[in-house]
């Protein structure tokens, strides 16, 4: 369920429709970047693939019904500092992202959630996050938390070795054909039109392209 277009009565009204259930609410919170993936693909693109995981986890958890997913808008600006002289990209330090991830969490632990899953799209955020998600859970054994609310931190990249094993080709680094495909997934052809499908095509089929090979890197490999 995504929350952003409901009202607090609304979610409210679904929260007390979980617990009424015995389904355990888990909210998901996408965390991404704003940086430069190449000349064709989106500066938000690791949020946007973040943001796509995670309506997939709400659409099977409803359609399992093992828990209640509760979608929240996501963080979409942290430490991208390697990429900070290109246009667009907009990088904050570690210790801001990771004061914001850490409020984030605590709030909606707060607010009475049974887990918090950060899905994330931007390898850089992952030290952050799984500290955050020790320090959260370690507080609640210290605090002596009868019942221990545990966060999640899914990592969407972690399937692209699988992903490289069932097209048969080897994954890249940074905006590779792997992040191509998951972003052409996550956007539709609202933003990938026919026209910037061709443009690309056309783009990649010249001498300025980066050189074929098995990692098709498409953007600038940096990371």
Same mark, same amino acid.
């Given at each position: 369920?995504?929350?952003?277009?409901?009202?607090?009565?609304?979610?409210?009204?679904?929260?007390?429709?979980?617990?009424?259930?015995?389904?355990?609410?888990?909210?998901?919170?996408?965390?991404?970047?704003?940086?430069?993936?190449?000349?064709?693909?989106?500066?938000?693109?690791?949020?946007?693939?973040?943001?796509?995981?995670?309506?997939?986890?709400?659409?099977?958890?409803?359609? =399992?019904? $093992?828990? !209640?997913?509760?979608?929240?808008?996501?963080? %979409?600006?942290? +430490? &991208?500092?390697?990429? @900070?002289?290109?246009?667009?990209?907009?990088?904050?330090?570690?210790?801001?992202?990771?004061?914001?991830?850490?409020?984030?969490?605590?709030?909606?632990?707060?607010?009475?959630?049974?887990?918090?899953?950060?899905?994330?799209?931007?390898?850089?955020?992952?030290?952050?996050?799984? =500290?955050? $998600?020790? !320090?959260?859970?370690?507080?609640?054994?210290? %605090?002596?938390? +009868? &019942?221990?609310?545990? @966060?999640?931190?899914?990592?969407?990249?972690?399937?692209?070795?699988?992903?490289?094993?069932?097209?048969?080709?080897?994954?890249?680094?940074?905006?590779?054909?792997?992040?191509?495909?998951?972003?052409?997934?996550?956007?539709?052809?609202?933003?990938?039109?026919?026209?910037?499908?061709?443009?690309?095509?056309?783009?990649?089929?010249?001498?300025?392209?980066?050189?074929?090979?098995?990692?098709?890197? @498409?953007?600038?490999?940096?990371?």
């Amino acid at each position: 369920m995504d929350v952003s277009p409901l009202s607090s009565i609304d979610l409210a009204r679904a929260r007390e429709a979980s617990a009424a259930a015995g389904r355990p609410a888990v909210a998901l919170l996408p965390t991404g970047a704003c940086e430069q993936h190449g000349p064709f693909l989106p500066l938000g693109c690791d949020t946007a693939i973040a943001r796509a995981v995670a309506e997939q986890v709400d659409l099977r958890a409803a359609k =399992e019904g $093992a828990f !209640d997913a509760y979608r929240f808008p996501p963080i %979409d600006y942290s +430490p &991208v500092q390697t990429a @900070v002289s290109y246009a667009g990209t907009v990088s904050v330090s570690q210790d801001v992202f990771r004061t914001q991830v850490d409020a984030v969490i605590r709030e909606l632990l707060r607010q009475g959630f049974d887990a918090v899953a950060v899905v994330n799209g931007h390898g850089i955020n992952t030290p952050c996050l799984l =500290e955050k $998600a020790h !320090d959260v859970l370690d507080a609640q054994f210290r %605090d002596g938390v +009868p &019942v221990r609310r545990p @966060v999640l931190v899914v990592d969407t990249f972690k399937a692209n070795a699988e992903i490289a094993r069932r097209f048969g080709r080897e994954a890249g680094f940074h905006a590779d054909w792997i992040e191509l495909l998951l972003a052409m997934a996550a956007y539709g052809t609202g933003v990938f039109t026919p026209e910037r499908v061709a443009a690309y095509r056309a783009w990649a089929s010249t001498p300025a392209a980066p050189p074929s090979a098995p990692s098709s890197i @498409v953007g600038i490999p940096i990371e």
